[in-house]
């Protein structure tokens, strides 16, 4: 599909700060549920994380909020596929959460990192075009970080497990992303490195 901004050669940055948005929006939705499935089977399995599980996800929560509070003010709306996140992030969580506790602190290492790469990215790119919502991002992506240094500290060891899901689980991150943006988050990714060098 051709990006009607795109008829110049020039995306429009206002298209690519409601995408940016749409994007976080609709990510932070997932990871909510992600974490969600995670609590669920983590109660009867390993109770002794749940309450580390449950402080990640109040912050998701607050993060979608705060994206979504930011729309409204830039033209933004919320992905139409969120059902896709949710469906995605819950059988991710799921499936990580029943494979062992291990495998839940990888899963979370795994987004997260994914994650952090991407909100680099939109950093780059907003840091002139949208200063307000750079510095929303920037102490998200501080929370963030915290979630990424809780899961690495949190496994016990780095087998073939951790070598082995980590690309999967980042993979399957970017797949959603780049799906939910109908495939423009490459070129945002190449834009967004471009205006970090400029
Ligand atoms: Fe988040
Ligand atoms: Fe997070």
Redesign the pocket.
């Known amino acids: 599909m051709i990006n009607p901004s795109s008829r110049s050669g020039r995306r429009d940055p206002d298209v690519t700060i409601r995408r940016i948005l749409k994007v ?1 929006h609709a ?2 939705f997932g ?1 909510i549920r992600i974490y969600g499935a995670q609590i669920l089977v983590a109660r009867r399995l390993f109770p002794d994380i749940v309450p580390a599980l449950e402080e ?1 996800r109040g ?2 929560i ?3 909020r705060l994206f979504r509070e930011a729309m409204p003010a830039r033209s933004a709306k919320p992905c139409r596929v969120m059902a896709f996140w949710s469906l995605g992030g819950s059988v991710l969580g799921f499936l990580t959460a029943l494979a062992g506790r291990n495998m839940i602190w990888i899963c979370t290492e795994a987004v ?1 990192s994914t ?1 952090h790469r991407h909100l680099e990215d939109q950093l780059a790119f907003l840091a002139k075009r949208d200063p307000e919502l750079h510095a929303l991002i920037a102490s ?1 992506q501080e ?2 970080l915290a ?1 990424l240094r809780t899961a690495e500290s949190s496994q016990k060891g780095r087998g073939l497990s951790h070598a082995l899901l980590l690309p999967v689980v980042g993979a399957l991150t970017d797949l959603m992303i780049w799906l939910s943006t109908w495939g423009d988050s490459s070129w945002m990714r190449a834009e967004m490195a471009r205006a970090g060098r400029g």
Do not use: R
């Open positions: 976080n990510g932070e990871a990640m912050d998701e607050d993060h979608c997260e994650v998200i929370q963030e979630h």
